[in-house]
């Protein structure tokens, strides 16, 4: 049986505006963040000195550390990182920089009308060439060097979960309540109705009359809930709705997936045993349905219950964070094409294999539907996915079951070959978000005919 797989055509845009689609808005920063690096040399914070340490301790991962820059070719544009910054062309001079951005939070930079970039993945930025090249490739492959981004990731953690966090949450130029930032989160929101737009205070739980909004940090804010009413629950008593589980663009509907599969190769095919991280559960997805999407930097990023139902596993996999798919990288066949300038983006199939992730099993009430899965995969810097709810919980469709950390990145919905599904998003998909919890596919129960799943999408 072959694969069908819909996807989004690749216009080699940055998925989710994590990081900017045009160089120039970035110089600025960027030439600010090296000039205070070389000013102002500091010594490394703990995390970063034990980094520093493994590295020069382990031969073979000090070889590949090097390698990583020394593999990048010194000619335009590599000899700029993606958000044209000079050249970082050693570990020692990526670690003076790591140990500068972990000293604060993402400014606001979206100065130019259209824009939909920001330095949302900082650390990233430095690391997007390097992680095209062979030596990057084994490295961030490698567990003990993801151990070691675990570590600098949770200390950066820390401090956006702090009060300090909240000095980019000023209503300055560069700062995410200025009267642009505002306007443009208001307008991504809005996305899911435009003739009704809503602005930020309208969108969002805040209170504008303190500072910050109300929000006691960088983490506050990007994990914020919309007001009640914003995102209402689509026919939440029709069971074989399945509701949007996360804010989010379409990137890839597959059907007749395998249990094993090639993962690694450019087509980046899914593969269940490895994205289920070999649990004995995978085995009822063979030759099912997955429906895959991507997160935006200035949306909403909790999770919600696609279905009513109970709550049968969940499984934290450990993985990686700044791997990419091989041949993204510079041994992409397509000379024209060039490395990713914005790793993992083009990799999202590639990371739901390899990348940190949880996998929440939920045994909908609906039989029609049985047992699912909700995979949310973090990417580079997004890395922690907190769980809500418990094995064993009775969840409603729509509910909040988790979230991410500092953003998003993508996320799966897997349904087992006895799941007769439609999907309401149909190819080629719009560069826009899916409001969580409108109806993102129907189900048919048995005896159903195919003229009746049609009608119930026409009526969404």
Known sequence: MSI??????????????????????????????VQKVEENPQPLNCTLQQFKDFIEGDPTVRQLFTLMFEQ???????????????????????????????????HWIYNTAGQKGLIGFPINAVLDWPMGTAAGYAAFLRQDVNAQFRNVLEAWGHYLASPDSVSVLSSDPDGWFSPKALDVMAQVASEAD???????????????????HGYQSWDDFFTRRFNPGIRRICLPEV????????????????????????????????????????????????NGTIYQAFLSALSYHRWHAPVSGTVEKIVHLPGTYYAENYWEGFANPNIKVGPDPAAPNNSQGYICEVATRVVVFIRADEPAIGLMAFLAVGMAEVSSCEVFVKEGQSIK????????????STHCLIFGPQT???????EPFEDTNVPVNSAIAVVSKPGEQ???RIRMLQSL
């Open 450 to 452: 195919e003229i009746d």
């Open 4 to 33: 069908k797989s819909h996807q989004a055509p690749f216009l080699r845009h940055r998925l989710g505006g994590w990081l900017p689609a045009e160089h120039e808005h970035l110089i600025k920063w960027t030439r600010q963040l």
């Open 72 to 106: 990048v070719p010194a000619t335009p544009p590599y000899n700029e990182d993606p958000t044209g910054q000079p050249e970082i062309r050693s570990y020692d001079k990526m670690l003076e920089v790591l140990n500068y951005l972990m000293t604060m939070g993402p």
């Open 397 to 408: 469709k729509g509910s909040e079951i988790g979230t991410f950390h500092f953003g998003g």
């Open 194 to 212: 435009p003739k009704n737009p809503v602005t930020f205070d309208q969108a969002f739980v805040c209170d504008p009359t303190k500072p910050a």
């Open 239 to 286: 069971a074989t709705v399945i509701a949007n589980a996360c804010e989010s663009t379409p990137y890839r509907i597959s059907h007749n997936v395998k249990a094993l599969d090639k993962f690694w190769i450019k087509e980046q095919p899914y593969s269940l045993k490895d994205m289920l991280g070999g649990d004995p559960l995978s085995d009822q997805f063979v």
């Open 420 to 426: 007769r599904i439609a999907f309401v998003p149909q």
